[in-house]
């Protein structure tokens, strides 16, 4: 039986992080991956031939830096097709919003009302998430009795929140669980420009823009600096540089290789055995997937009944659908030059409209008006398509994974016509474009990527799901009560989004309790 | 306006509110020279019994009682000033299925009620109703306390959040993430945690809605249900009861022990403006254009209407008055006072059900209560509504003549604005009064025909007659963003303001609304402390 | 005469499609047999049915107990039969001990834990068959049970309201089998199962510590299995007992009950109030090596650390059992509290359970002290009473494991 030091489930960009950072530490490491093709959620692959798209995610936002360095992705082919991209939010009325490193005005060049209101806002969320920004690359402090660095993490936020002045730090713990509706009609009118920045904090999760708590999402979005940006060569090639990095240093990926348990023994960990039979051992196994699926593949019977009840209860309600189209030509926007159109496009009319969005999927149906964010990452990187047409990615926010009458092929050429439809009344002849389209639910990113409920962040970015309480009360520190096996995925903190964060946590987790075990062995 | 001398005191409390005269209370028992000036021609607020019909009295806003604080009883000696609160035992949720859903408070019947649906939720009945006992006994501590301002580097609020470090520290770990998951959980996943029958969630849920403009959904509205939930009476934590004469007799008796510690009251005009000079209070001119002075003035008014409406804006700092404005109350509930000629019947329910005897209801699902707030979120009241429906003449004899009885409909959700741009004050009510009649008759056939008169009230009634701001019963949302330090105002939520000398003791304080008193009687405790009073008379001063 | 007042006719409330659920106590299975003989209709809720307390006289039910056979009526407790290819692994990922060491036809005692290492409840496991068991316990365990098979292939199944039981015990209580015609179970062992027929299964168990047997029928053949063994033990002193005598039994026998000697941590509204099998003094009840069970980590990390509590066996000088009384060290320091006690009639000493707070009872053992309130002929007197440590059981008589078992 082939032995390994650690083995990695699944290559999405937490595995392949972890994996890289686990061989760069010395450590023999095995990556697993069910798919054929690599990247999970971040996977990229041919809509049609000779169009390249992102197959679910389409941009890096928060994809952190340090992470980035540590496996020097840029020596593994990682480059940038175009770096802060600009946000357009779409109005009805043709008077589309420019959003650029916190700055906002609008497309036609007059004066924006809330233009100031908005940047003093926006600089001031910037402020509050700075508080968070460094949380990330830690692990969930223990609150009972905390070790000097859980304290010293505890004191950095206390010593952050305090040299933000009283006033600010005020307002942070206001605004920290509040709801993005208010925090941001509270300072400026509703619109496009409201809408997006709301977009922003509810954007692949279940909640509204009135629910409380989004506030922080938002928060959260903004800790990386907001900052949107496409990697050259499309999603794939980041995916493959991840994969490089790893692999130069050891790391071995096999694909096709769909977990079937991992292997308990004594309460430790000692390997996996894939669905055709094969077993691999190691005393490490980190798991991207979801802490549903992980405890299933891991077996009930290893975990204590309240760690299975609060597993079992982690909301992962998907409701973010994905739309991909290959065209034949770059399609004409009302009133939009070729340069806006390679930033981000919004379609998220006003805070009230997302929150009706949010409305019908609450109860199993499709909203009239969900809300889009539309890339054509061809524009700015025309290497994604061979010849001359353009592929578009839409992500659709609102579709509910657990839809009325389930997610049949009706229920699919509803979703695209309701998005094509909105698109259209912007980019009239759209539909005349199409080369080849594809419509993601959230059952087919569950089928897909194996997250439970086909959320993308593997379980709801909410308070009572976050830090300390992620994924589970009990079971925030990568460490599963299994000796040897751990979260490093989006389950874990700090959660969804192309981050790594979790992948690095876990891996340098792994390897301390490595070094600890080798020298108990010693 | 030409304003006439009336009177010099040390202190005047705007609002004759539960919360108005809690405070007075306290500070006339110090001895203080302590004024009361009430609006409208009655004291009470929105703790109140009226006869609006003759021979019925209506506890025409608050109805029930549980949120008082044991300790103002207590210090105020209520009781020997007449307040006497029923426990009522059980309730129900109809169905349209012609059946019910009931809660006893006789542990062993709602176990086999329960199981009637599911023997599993039984069992986490006994689970959930223990998870809400630990937060009740968390907070419950906290309620009559100030709140300490996390900026400060004052000694008494580091004191204060070392005291909260250390209390939270106790839970332990789990108990620690468990208390941040309830408080920032919706009602509904919460509820989803532990049970497995419709209807037996939609009952419990209601209290994680009532008076808030949340849905069952909404993050948050658990801690709405704890905030309906950590009351008691005499001991029973979680239990609700009738006030004798209704809910006016809190307040009555709150006036009572007032005049007797040498308190004054007067009824009849609101407060115009309240003074203010060089960043300090002195004063307020009445509305009939009476000048009283005071170098103290208390506001049971909400934060919105007193410094909005009553203060100088000259005399606020900007920032301090764009978070006022920013403070959310809004306006999503509404209600229904009936006189009946006799007991409506229930075919639903038993010969001799007890739970007639408690709140009734009829929101059958979780959906059925969110949609309810997704009509209230579009601007119109609930399609179907949830309510909270009582008929205290079961207990109380003293609310309605002999046979005949007096019904309680609280109504959720109804907003205060409607978004058809309709006036409350003309068929609108009627309509809003029609939806909820409709569905009470769907369980009762022969309700309508029983009814001899009716109140309806609707957010803007509310904040007509009441002075609430929006008709929000809570005088402001219990969203965490608005709660305890940040409640109202971060910076303010000590019971002062920017305006030496000026407090505010009404629920848009912490630790927010419901007849509890805590907010008043905290508010006190400061001003007796700015005074220069040493010796805690009391335990709600001596509580922090 | 004509109608009178009284005879006037009252309008008949309209019956209603859901009935109420029944409010208050419910009867029993046997009510119909054990009202009548409840001279002092003596009865104390128990999970929300009438259970005796006393029929006649609490004496003389204990020394029936003691010395002939009697009945006491079990049907109120909890009930739940799992089955189903993973019954044997849900059981033993519930159970402390390992299940799969109790062979089908035999009883275990256990207790089950929390992820803590806290004590839920303890009960009798009953294997009837190699895939079938059920489970006797104080406190509703059906929601817990969901928990605990969650994922597995089992079936749950409340059985409380189905099975009627009636606890057969004393000296004399084979005898009274015997002349009910059941004799062929003189081969059956102490915590022994056997099945009779469909309609009668029978454990040798109890709570005396002397010979005695559970009879376990469908509710519906309760008053025929009551009338039976009635009829049978005429001959033999048999009489109904009610709860206090057979408590007096149960302390003697060594018994913990939870509710009373602990506090189920399910019911602890403080989550570190709860105690560990260690701390009940039931070590002997965890098998670290069966691989995982619910709350093994944390026990082990609780066996490292040792006990914060132990309940101990105490004898107490004089005649006055010390009802909820403190225990001290050395006349001064609180060591903790007595949780069950009497005056044992069998032994003639002052017998209690504790709960000490260590290091009373592990590191700290002697110089103990229990303060007894009492009303002397209408004067008040409170007493220093010296308390040792002792074993449990207090009484435990050899007719309890002979087999085949004796007759008197």
Known sequence: ?522 | MSARNAGRYDVIVVGAGHNGLTAACYLAKRGLKTLVVERNDWIGGAAVSRELYEGWTYSNCSYVCSLLRPEVVRDLDLPRHGLQVIPYESGATFTDDGGYFAYYSDHDALRREISRFSRRDADNYERYARAVMRQCRFIKPLLMRTAPDPASNRPRDLAELLYLGRRFHDLGEREMGETIRFWTMSIGEFLDEYFETEVIKAHFAGSGIIGTGLGVYSPGTAYVLLHHYMGEVDGTIGAWGFTRGGMGGVTQAMASALTEAGGEIRAGSGVAEILAKNGKTTGVVLENGDLLEAPTVISNMDVRRTFLNHVDQKELPDDFTKAVKRFKIRGSSAKLNIALDGFPSFPAAPAGAPFLKGDLHASQSLEELERAYDDWKAGRWSAEPYFDMLIPTCIDPTMAPPGKHMMTVFVQYAPYALASGEPWDGPARDALAETVIAKIARHSPDFRDLILHKEVRTPWDIEHEVGLTEGNIFQGELTFDQMFFNRPVPGYADYRSPIKGLYLCGSSSHPGGGVMAAPGANAAREVLRDLGFKSAATSAERAA | ?408
């Not at chain 1, 290559?11 to 697993?32: M, Y």
């Not at chain 3, 109608?3 to 859901?18: C, K, Q, S």
Request: proline letters at 5%.
């Open chain 1, 1 to 522: 039986m082939t032995r390994y030091d650690a083995i990695v489930i699944g290559a999405g960009h937490n595995g392949l992080a972890a994996a890289g950072l686990l061989a760069r530490g010395g450590r023999t490491v095995l990556v697993v991956e069910k798919n054929d093709v690599l990247g999970g959620a971040a996977a990229g692959y041919e809509i049609a031939p000779g169009f390249r798209a992102p197959r679910f995610a389409h941009l890096l936002h928060a994809w952190h830096p340090q992470v980035e360095r540590q496996l020097d992705l840029a020596a593994h082919g990682l480059a940038f097709a175009r770096r802060d991209l600009a946000t357009l939010s779409l109005a009805d009325d043709g008077n589309h919003t420019i959003i650029e490193r916190g700055e906002a005005r609008l497309a036609a060049g007059n004066s924006l009302p809330d233009a100031a209101a908005f940047a003093a806002l926006h600089r001031r969320l910037q402020r509050f998430a700075g508080v968070l920004a460094g949380k990330l690359l830690q692990v969930p402090p223990r609150l009972e009795s905390p070790d000097w660095r859980d304290l010293a993490g505890l004191a950095k936020l206390g010593l952050d929140l305090r040299r933000l002045g009283a006033a600010d730090a005020r307002e942070f713990l206001r605004v920290l669980l509040s709801n993005a509706h208010d925090v941001v009609l509270d300072e400026i009118a509703d619109g496009p420009l409201a809408g997006a920045l709301a977009l922003d904090a509810v954007m692949g999760g279940h909640s509204g823009p009135r629910s409380p708590g989004s506030a922080l999402t938002l928060l959260y979005r903004l800790a990386q600096g907001g900052g949107r940006h496409l990697p050259k060569g499309g999603m794939a090639a980041f995916v493959g540089a991840l994969a490089e990095a790893a692999q130069s240093r050891g790391a071995e990926i096999r694909r096709n290789a769909a977990v079937e348990a991992v292997l308990v023994e004594n309460d430790r960990v000692i390997g996996i055995r894939l669905a055709d039979g094969e077993a691999m051992k190691a005393p490490l196994v980190l798991s991207s997937l979801d802490a549903q699926t992980t405890l299933r593949l891991t077996g009930v019977e290893h975990f204590d009944a309240e760690a299975v009840r609060r597993i079992r209860h982690v909301r992962c309600k998907g409701v973010t659908a994905k739309v991909n189209l290959a065209l034949s030509a770059l399609p004409r926007f009302d009133g939009i030059g070729e340069d806006l159109l390679g930033g981000r496009l919004l379609l998220t009319p006003s805070v009230q409209a997302l929150e009706t969005a949010f409305d019908a999927t609450k109860y199993g149906e499709l909203p009239a008006c969900p809300a889009l964010e539309v890339l054509i990452p061809s524009l700015a990187d025309p290497s994604l398509v061979d010849g001359s047409g353009h592929v578009m990615s839409i992500v659709v926010q609102y579709a509910p994974y657990h839809l009325k009458g389930g997610w049949n092929d009706a229920a699919r050429s509803r979703l695209a016509a309701t998005v094509l439809d909105l698109l259209e009344r912007h980019a009239p002849g759209l539909r005349d474009l199409i080369v080849a389209q594809d419509v993601l639910t959230p059952l087919d990113i569950e089928r897909e990527t194996g997250a439970s409920g086909g959320h993308w962040h593997h379980g709801e970015l909410s308070v009572d799901q976050m830090l300390t309480l992620r994924p589970v009360n009990g079971l925030a520190r990568y460490a599963l009560p299994v000796g040897g096996l751990y979260l490093c995925g989006a389950a874990a903190h700090p959660g969804g989004d192309i981050i790594g964060a979790a992948g690095h946590n876990a891996a340098r987790l792994a390897m301390k309790d490595w070094a600890l075990l080798e020298e108990r062995v010693a």
């Open chain 3, 1 to 408: 005469m004509t109608a009178g007042f009284l005879d006037r006719p009252i309008l008949e409330p309209v019956a209603a499609a859901t009935p109420m659920v029944p409010r208050g106590l419910v009867p029993s299975p046997f009510d119909a047999r054990l009202r009548p003989l409840n001279l002092h209709q003596d009865w104390m809720p128990w999970a929300g049915h009438l259970s005796a307390r006393r029929f006649d006289s609490v004496e003389a039910e204990y020394f029936a107990i003691r010395n002939q056979a009697t009945l006491f009526d079990i049907s109120p407790m909890h009930k739940y039969r799992v089955t189903g290819p993973d019954a044997e692994r849900v059981m033993n990922r519930l159970m402390t001990r390992d299940v799969r060491k109790i062979a089908p036809g035999r009883v275990g005692y256990s207790l089950w834990c929390d992820e803590d290492g806290f004590v839920i409840d303890d009960g009798t496991l009953f294997r009837l068959g190699r895939d079938d068991f059920r489970l006797c316990c104080q406190e509703p365990q059906l929601g817990w049970l969901s928990d605990v098979a969650w994922g597995f292939d089992v079936t749950l199944r409340e059985e409380t309201e189905e099975i009627a039981g009636l606890s057969l015990q004393g000296p004399t209580s084979f005898a009274v089998l015997e002349a009910a015609g059941l004799g062929q179970l003189a081969a059956l062992k102490p915590f022994g199962v056997a099945k009779v027929d469909d309609g009668l299964t029978v454990s040798r168990t109890g709570f005396t510590g002397d010979l005695g047997y559970e009879l376990w029928v469908p509710a519906g053949r309760a008053i025929a299995l009551w009338d039976r063994l009635w009829a049978a033990g005429h001959d033999f002193g048999l009489r109904p007992i009610g709860y206090a005598a057979l408590d007096m039994a149960r302390i003697e026998a060594g018994f913990v009950v939870c509710g009373v000697d602990f506090k189920s941590i399910h019911a602890a509204v403080r989550p570190t109030r709860g105690r560990t099998p260690f701390e009940l003094d039931a070590a002997r009840l965890v098998d670290f090596d069966k691989g995982h069970f619910n709350g093994r980590r944390a026990l082990l990390q609780h066996a490292k650390e040792g006990p914060r509590y132990k309940l101990v066996a105490l004898e107490v000088e004089g005649n006055k059992a010390p009802h909820a009384a403190f225990v001290y060290h050395r006349k001064k320091t609180e060591a903790g509290h007595i949780t069950s006690t009497l005056w044992s009639p069998t032994c003639k000493r002052n017998i209690a359970l504790a709960m000490l707070q260590a290091p009373y009872g592990v590191d700290i053992t002697g110089d103990l002290w229990v303060e007894i309130y009492h009303d002397k002929e209408g004067k008040w007197e409170r007493i220093m009473a010296k308390a040792w440590l002792t074993e449990r059981p207090f009484f435990r008589h050899r007719r309890r494991s002979l087999t085949p078992p004796a007759r008197l």
